[in-house]
């Protein structure tokens, strides 16, 4: 959702500003802009659409301003158009803002500033903004950063925020409330981003703005106070990511690129913590919590989207393993309960982004109720891995294509290496089944290699299939949360409608929807309930339903019974997500790309959803 980059320092910051910009495009938006000084001057420049669209129609203008500030919008107040786009100045046209969130109480103020002659040229939350902190500075007579902290004292919602004087040239003024912001310092100079993502390649140290504060950059020196004037030293952080890992690199889209990555982001998520030859699992995150987790009585999960289904899949794995009953929540329909939380519950959350706006709720209302929660992030430093009170990294490395596709994978891994940890502490795994799962894990990665032998065949069944109406995905067990995985993949990037059941619920409903003309993807491994899965795929084959089978290598019996079969290697059927998503991931973007759509940017989509 809405990506905030800007600038000072002594480059040229508009081609700065646009190649950020570019970088946050995977976030979801819909129109862009630019606000530069120039001279005494703001400038503002927008444009609905893609980034692109703004670049071309500034091309040929000499823009050399120094400062700025640039914005992609995921419209929420009002259309996406270029009025609405952001940045927007202020009444007086003095300032100007960009902003990711929501200002819940934007129309009262809107009100009242109104009655004061401000007028207002979008429908937008932010403009208000923008106008209020004039307003402020108008009655107080204050310094602009006084000005901006009085604002945000009275604004409720979600916000970061960077905003812009024409009276104050070299300065900019930043401040968060439940968005992310991240603050480059470089050598003379200052990036501010939603993430890391533009900055990597200026400069590595990062600070992350916390709740409430104010960073201000001014004189070339950066200052940061919370909203009562509370002054907080800068914490420096080093970032890791390589600038390579968030570029294409030769790939067509960074889905692809992604998906065969999953090898290597599978290994990175066990490396230092698992060594099967020396029977060796280590968590450093949850050093000193692991008796808590192995004494909990119930663990809640909660998470969205794809991280909702790691979750089904570690709901398997804590009862199979660790017998601990274990409940899997959407974060927004916990949020919103009076969730009852006992003493010994825990409360895992998992998000790639470690920004989703409901997760991060649900974690802060079961802290308010005395839980201990563990955060399962891909992205280092982000606002839920700083919520949680101890947690473990996927370390996935920066997932840009909207599908989640190798952070799912980390993310079954990384609650599998919980899962066998927990149940080791509690002793209900015996050390032969330990040592079976620890060498069995470190094997996926080159498994995972193996299943990538079929793609060619897997695009084969794509092109069959391109313009299919809709697909049903069914399994059972631990392939049940794959099959909604991959009805997920598909409708996403494809815009097919799909839906993913569980195999015996077909009897219940969606069998009525069952003729030649409907394919139905089979999760249908050697695992405890195969015999069951044959018998749900008899069900189909008999009312002519076109079945593709994903399979163990070497079945001879079900290639006999349907239309298309995908062989993936033979692995301890704990560990079978891992494999048996990875096809269902080829076939959504074979699909997609045969279908023409912009498979990165899925339309309506973001990629890390900041609002609720
Ligand atoms: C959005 C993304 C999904 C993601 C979900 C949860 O809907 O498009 O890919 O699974 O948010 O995001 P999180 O970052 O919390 O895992």
Redesign the pocket.
Known sequence: MCGIVAYVGYREAFPLILKGLKRLEYRGYDSSGVALLEGDKLNIYKKKGKVSDLESELAGKHLTATIGIGHTRWATHGEPNDVNAHPHYSNNRRLSIIHNGIIENYASIKQNLVKKGHVFLSDTDTEVLVHFIEDIQNETGDTLESAVKLALKEVFGAYAIVVMSADHPGQLIAARKGSPLVIGVGGDEFFFASDATPIVEYTKDVVYLDDYEVAVVKDGKLNIQNLDNTETIPYIQKLEMELETIEKGGYDHFMIKEIFEQPRSIADSMRGRLNAADAHLQLGGLNGYLDKLAAAERIVIV?????WHAGLVAEYLFEELARINVEVEYASEFRYRNPVIRKNDIVIA???????AD?LAAIELAKSKGATIFGVCNVVGSSIARATHAGAYTHAGPEIG???TK?FTAQVTVLTLIAIATAKRKGTINEEMYRQLLAELENVPQKVNEVFENASRIKEIAFIFTYARNFIYLGRGLNFPVALEGALKLK?ISYIHAEGYPAAEMKHGPIALIDEDMPVVFLATKDSSYEKIVSNIQEVKARKGRVIAIVTEGDTLIPGMVDFVIEVPKVHEILTPLLSVIPLQLLSYYIAVMRGRNVDQPRN?????TVE
């Open positions: 998470g969205c989207g794809t991280s998992i998000s790639q982004s470690g920004e989703t997760t909207v599908a989640s952070a996403e989509l973001a990629k890390s959803v």
